[in-house]
Structure formats: structure tokens, C-alpha cells
């Protein structure tokens, strides 16, 4: 009996199912609509789809079932997460409404800032007080913590969050608050700050409690929904949920700690793109994920993604392990609209998957991205999907020619318009991850993927400069493809501050040793072979009298003076690269300790393959006019078959190739070459 491993990527506009021989390592793609209102319904009923379409097998061989989700996302975008009440140190409950004392934006004086989580009158003070080093100032009030109790569940409250001054030195308040919820409110949903973000900043330690405490309830309900759907499939393997930082954890931990899902579907998307980059020889790339509603982009150097130890979300800032993945609002659903001064804008509002944009013919009447693409003839304009979805050129048409008429222009133009806007809120963001912490993106490969990525890379490379563009084998599945090549993780950190000298070296060893402790205890729950167990350890450093770090990474070995000397050197370095210099005569402190730990599993192979024995015209479909804005006309050009590309085929551009996940546009004076691992390397 063949065994299958499984992962499903649920995005806003499809669900992308990968399907891998765990013996072998041989992969199978399909893609299905989402399903907005329950999307455990299109992940249960596409992976029975995809095993019995592409012939894989049946439902019982799946021995591992991964699934990137944006449920908690959206749920934090759309402020739907579940009531939720606060107790915290007397003095402090406006400290979630206080924050940093920043605008969003310094110069905008109507800007809004996110909508709170916890109201005011669900906020409850109790008198307790740590020290800064722990020692107790005021024991905590039983008896208040039982009437907040009490008061909240009257309120309704479905969660509690549990935050104290200092409790990440000396978590046994928190603790106790739990212990008394546990007797006085058993059903609520409890977070306590320790659990979930053990370091210093109390409003970023604030925020991160009370977004898991938001979240938490709206996890667990869709678990509580996935496991049944799974189970009536057939579908009986050990299940895992993608986590921001790359890994995966079980279902049972994410209903607990819902805030390191917060970016699980993009997180597995660069996973998947270092793997692919790796085997073609790159290890400096721009990762550029572009599906429906939204586009992430993030920066790889030598073959290693950056961690973020603290990241804002959609405006709340969360002191989560996260890799760091920049997000906006462009899809090939993103709506395009005029402004108040009668400018052509693009997103961040989506179509989504329904209504979708006008060329599905489901209603909506708004032009979209994708709707561009149709009336230039980038995109097939009778269908998508290979077949399986058909479209209407002529709706599309009209819409795009409904926003011309009020722009002044004809169709092509305004339809070109929108294109272009969106390329350049795509090079915004990139610029972001790159020039502006000194990097030159011309140094980095370009990998294309996500739904839309691959159609809007050519502009995108030629917008930045970006010399080569790297599209993978299935670039529409790569975020599904990456969580079956990616490891169990988690992450372990604990604030101490102390001088980077030979004085600290006892104490700096004492508490790695104490985090490596608590990643054994892990590695055991979670029955890894000690040969598949790994630990990188990493401190946030900064200059004595900042207020922000740098993560620089620690080498193995005992924490000693030769280790000291390493550690300033990387951060100076850094600090150098990151701000344009370094003051060696200054005084560094060591802030947060971290550590990774991976539990290594059995990953989908992707095997090189030998040269095409057959001449690239076998892999033509038809020829198609296609609105070219080098030329301002439509010319005929040549449409591939990608499942008839071989390693060594070489395409001119202009040219388009199409596959049932993705659809991928070379521009004029470009070539796109096919590697031995069937990734498409776009130059020129």
C-alpha cells in the first residue's frame, strides 16, 4: 500500500491541495474554490477530490496531513474574534489603549488606529506587584481575582487574558490566576502572558496575550469543525497546523496558541521557496507570493529565512517567533477603484472567491486585477483552471471599460492602468524588505509563485531591476508543496539582562541551557528520534542605551570568551549593515535569549530530471494576440503547454505558459529556461 502525505494550503480565493509519495517523494497538485463560510468544507472535499482526480489513492493512505490556514488572520482583519475580558496589575489596564503613544502614521492627522479588543469596562485591575527581579512586592488578591472572575463571566466574556508586570521573570501570579479561573470560570478560554511571550515590553507582551485570547475560541471552534470533516473522509493521520515562524505544530497546540498562526499561510510559501531556490543553486532570493487577495514578500540570505522575534499585525504588535514576511493588499482579486482626487487605486479591497472578479460571472461588477489580465489576454480569457473553470472575456471587458470611461481612457489603457499600479504596490513592498535595510534587490533571485505571482513577475524583476526571476514546477501550490518540507517546530525565549562580558558568561550559559531543557521536554512530547533533533540558539543584542535589538545567531559550543568575541563581532557587523555603522567602543548588552527547536520529518523530494528528448514545438498549444504596452498593440504569442516542458527547453519571450495552478508571462527580450528540477530560471 503507497503512502501519502498531505498538505492544503487555504487561501481567501482557492484551496491548494499537494499530494506526495512519502515513499518516493513523487508529488500530485490540485486546486479547488474556497469556501469562505466553512473552509473545513473545500479542504475535506479537495483532498478527496485531488487523491481520486489525480489517482494517488484512497483516503486511508494518507499517513500525514498538513494544513496552512488564514483563519485566524482574518478573523484578527475582520475583528471577529471571540469576546474577550483582561485581568492585569493594578494601575495598568489602559495599557492596551496607551500603547507606545505612536501614530500609526506621524503625519496623518485622520489615520485610525485598530480597533481595541478588550473594552474598557471588561479590563480588571488586581493588587499584585513583582519587582524587576522578581521578588514579590504585593502578593496577589485571591479574592479579586475571584470577583474579576466573576464580573466577567456575567459579561460574557468566551476568554480571558492573564497579564502582570514582570510575570515573564516569575510567572507563579499568572499561574495562580489560572488555577482560580479554572475554579470560578472553567469554560472560558485562558491565556496567560508567560505562556505565550516570556519577554520584556510590557505593551508588546499586553498585546500578544490578548491577540491569542481573541483568536483562541475562533481556532478552536474550526478545529473543532476541521476534525470531524477529516475523520468522515477517511482522513485518520496525525494533523498539523502551519506556524508563523515556518514549522508545523499539532492541532492541539494551535488551539492553544492561535497567535502563531496568525501568518501560517504565507510562512509555509517561503519555506517552500528556499527548498525549490536550494536545489537550483540560489541561495539569496526575494520571495514574491501573490494569490487572490494579497501579496507577501520576504528576503532570503545564504539560504536561511530572518526570524522576526516581534512583527505588527494588521496594527496589533505581536511578540511571536514569525518569519519575516511583508504583506499588502494586491491580489488578482484586488478591486480597482478611483479615489477621492479621481486616481486609479488598486486593493486592498478583494473580490475574494465570491463574488470573484467579474470574468467568473457570479455577480460582482467591479473590475479586478485578474479582470485585467483577461482583457489583455495575459490570462487564458475562456477559462482557467486547465478547463476545469470557465470565464467571460466580455464582462470583464465591460467592467474594465466602465472605469476607463471615468479615467478618460480606452480599455486596453485603462486595463494596462491597473496592471501597473499593482506591479508598483508590489515593488513598494519589496523595496521595503530590501533597500531599506540594505539590501540591493539586484543581488537576489526573484521567486514567483502563488496564483498571480508567476504572471506578474516579468514586470515586477524589470520595475526593481531584479536580473532573474525563478518560477518553480507548481508555482499556484508552492505554500502546499512547503508544508510537506517543512519540520515540527517551536520556539523558546526568555528575557536577561546582562552585559556581553567574560562577568556574564556563567549566567548567560545557565539560561541557554535552561531553554535547551525545555526543548528536550518538547522533543520527548513529541516522540522525535534524537537523530532528527536540533537546537539553533540566537540573542537579541543591542547597544547599551537602545531600545531595540538585533538577533544575531550563536554558534554551538560552550558559552565561553572565544564565543563573547564572536557574538559582538556578528553584531556589529550586522548593526553596521543595518544602520551604516558601528561604535566598537561602545558597551553591548545581551536582551533575549532564543532558541529553535526542529524536530526533523520525512520531507517530499523533488528529484532532478534529464534533458527533454523531444524539440520545444511539441509543448505549443495555440498562438494568442496579447496586449504588449512595449508595443501598445496586441501581437500573436506563443502559449505552452508547462506539463510539456522539459529541462533544457528554452522559450523566447514574448511568450505565455499556462498550467492548471498558475499562468507565467515572459516579456519581450526575455528567455525562460527550464532546469533539471522542471523550475523555469526568467532572464533578460
Same mark, same amino acid.
Given at each position: 500500500m503507497t503512502a501519502w502525505r498531505v498538505g492544503v494550503d487555504s487561501g481567501g480565493t482557492f484551496t491548494d491541495i499537494c499530494i506526495a509519495d512519502a515513499d518516493t517523494g513523487a508529488i500530485r497538485v490540485w486546486k479547488v474554490p474556497s469556501t469562505p463560510d466553512d473552509p473545513s468544507q473545500a479542504i475535506a472535499d479537495g483532498v478527496l477530490e485531488g487523491l481520486s482526480e489525480t489517482g494517488a489513492g484512497k483516503p486511508q493512505e494518507v499517513v500525514y496531513f498538513g494544513h496552512g490556514t488564514t483563519v485566524a488572520t482574518n478573523a484578527l482583519i475582520q475583528h471577529r474574534g471571540a469576546p474577550t475580558g483582561l485581568i492585569t496589575t493594578q494601575g495598568f489596564r489602559d495599557l492596551l489603549e496607551i500603547g507606545r503613544q505612536r501614530r500609526p502614521h506621524l503625519y496623518d492627522l485622520q489615520c485610525d488606529k485598530p480597533p481595541l479588543l478588550v473594552r474598557r469596562h471588561l479590563r480588571i485591575e488586581v493588587p499584585e506587584r513583582l519587582r524587576y527581579d522578581g521578588r514579590i512586592e504585593t502578593p496577589i488578591d485571591e479574592d479579586a481575582v475571584r470577583t474579576a472572575a466573576h464580573t466577567l463571566k456575567s459579561a460574557g466574556v468566551q476568554s480571558v487574558a492573564v497579564t502582570f508586570l514582570y510575570a515573564y521573570i516569575d510567572p507563579r501570579h499568572e499561574a495562580r490566576v489560572r488555577a482560580i479561573l479554572a475554579e470560578e470560570f472553567p469554560e472560558a478560554f485562558v491565556t496567560c502572558s508567560h505562556e505565550v511571550a516570556p519577554e520584556f515590553r510590557e505593551f508588546e507582551r499586553l498585546s500578544t496575550t490578548v491577540v491569542n485570547a481573541y483568536l483562541g475560541p475562533v481556532m478552536a471552534r474550526y478545529i473543532e469543525r476541521l476534525g470531524p470533516r477529516l475523520d468522515a473522509a477517511g482522513l485518520s493521520g496525525p494533523r498539523h497546523i502551519t506556524q508563523s515562524n515556518g514549522g508545523v505544530m499539532s492541532f492541539a497546540t494551535a488551539r492553544e496558541q492561535a497567535v502563531r498562526t496568525v501568518l501560517s499561510g504565507p510562512a509555509t510559501g517561503v519555506v517552500g521557496a528556499m527548498k525549490v531556490a536550494a536545489l537550483s543553486g540560489f541561495s539569496h532570493i526575494i520571495t514574491f507570493d501573490m494569490g487572490g487577495t494579497?501579496?507577501?514578500?520576504?528576503?532570503?540570505?545564504?539560504?536561511?529565512?530572518?526570524?522576526?522575534?516581534?512583527?505588527?499585525?494588521?496594527?496589533? +504588535?505581536?511578540?511571536? +517567533?514569525?518569519?519575516?514576511?511583508?504583506?499588502?493588499?494586491?491580489?488578482?482579486?484586488?478591486?480597482?477603484?478611483?479615489?477621492?482626487?479621481?486616481?486609479?487605486?488598486?486593493? +486592498? =479591497?478583494?473580490?475574494?472567491?465570491?463574488?470573484? +472578479?467579474?470574468?467568473?460571472?457570479?455577480?460582482?461588477?467591479?473590475?479586478?486585477?485578474?479582470?485585467a489580465n483577461v482583457v489583455l489576454q495575459t490570462l487564458n480569457?475562456?477559462?482557467?483552471?486547465?478547463?476545469?473553470? =470557465?470565464?467571460?472575456?466580455?464582462?470583464?471587458?465591460?467592467?474594465?471599460?466602465?472605469?476607463?470611461?471615468?479615467?478618460?481612457?480606452?480599455?486596453?489603457?485603462?486595463?494596462?492602468?491597473?496592471?501597473?499600479?499593482?506591479?508598483?504596490?508590489?515593488?513598494?513592498?519589496?523595496?521595503?524588505?530590501?533597500?531599506?535595510r540594505g539590501h540591493d534587490p539586484r543581488d537576489y533571485t526573484l521567486v514567483a509563485f502563488g496564483g498571480a505571482g508567476p504572471l506578474h513577475a516579468a514586470r515586477l524583476a524589470r520595475e526593481l531591476d531584479i536580473p532573474r526571476i525563478l518560477v518553480p514546477r507548481n508555482p499556484g501550490i508552492l505554500c502546499a508543496l512547503g508544508l510537506l518540507m517543512t519540520d515540527l517546530q517551536t520556539n523558546y525565549a526568555q528575557t536577561r539582562l546582562l552585559p556581553v562580558t567574560p562577568a556574564s558568561i556563567a549566567t548567560m550559559a545557565e539560561v541557554f541551557a535552561d531553554l535547551e531543557g525545555r526543548a528536550r521536554t518538547w522533543f520527548e512530547s513529541e516522540t522525535i528520534a534524537v537523530k532528527d533533533q536540533h537546537i539553533r540558539r540566537s540573542l537579541d543584542m543591542r547597544y547599551r542605551g537602545q531600545n531595540h535589538e538585533l538577533s544575531i545567531a550563536v554558534p554551538n559550543g560552550k558559552v565561553g570568551e572565544t564565543l563573547l568575541a564572536e557574538l559582538r563581532q556578528g553584531f556589529e557587523r550586522q548593526h553596521e549593515q543595518m544602520y551604516g555603522y558601528a561604535a566598537p567602543e561602545e558597551p553591548i548588552e545581551a536582551v533575549t535569549f532564543r532558541i529553535e527547536a526542529i524536530g526533523a520529518v520525512r520531507q517530499a523530494r523533488i528529484e532532478p530530471r534529464t534533458a527533454a528528448g523531444y524539440p520545444l514545438g511539441d509543448a505549443l498549444m495555440v498562438k494568442r494576440d496579447v496586449w504588449l504596452a512595449e508595443s501598445g498593440r496586441f501581437l500573436s504569442c506563443p502559449v505552452y503547454d508547462r506539463e510539456k516542458l522539459g529541462p533544457r527547453h528554452r522559450i523566447e519571450g514574448p511568450a505565455i505558459i499556462e498550467q492548471m495552478d498558475a499562468t507565467t508571462f515572459v516579456l519581450p527580450g526575455q528567455t525562460a529556461t527550464v532546469d533539471a528540477y522542471l523550475n523555469m530560471i526568467l532572464e533578460g
Open positions: 494579497s501579496t507577501d514578500v520576504s528576503l532570503i540570505e545564504n539560504g536561511r529565512s530572518k526570524l522576526a522575534g516581534e512583527m505588527e499585525v494588521h496594527g496589533y +504588535p505581536l511578540k511571536t +517567533p514569525m518569519l519575516d514576511i511583508h504583506t499588502v493588499g494586491a491580489g488578482g482579486g484586488s478591486i480597482a477603484h478611483l479615489d477621492s482626487g479621481g486616481h486609479l487605486k488598486v486593493g +486592498p =479591497r478583494s473580490a475574494g472567491s465570491v463574488p470573484g +472578479p467579474v470574468c467568473y460571472g457570479l455577480g460582482n461588477i467591479e473590475a479586478t486585477v485578474t479582470d480569457p475562456e477559462y482557467l483552471l486547465a478547463g476545469r473553470m =470557465r470565464i467571460d472575456r466580455a464582462k470583464a471587458e465591460a467592467a474594465v471599460a466602465a472605469l476607463a470611461d471615468r479615467l478618460g481612457l480606452d480599455v486596453m489603457a485603462a486595463a494596462q492602468g491597473i496592471v501597473s499600479v499593482v506591479t508598483a504596490n508590489m515593488a513598494k513592498a519589496i523595496r521595503l524588505i530590501s533597500v531599506q
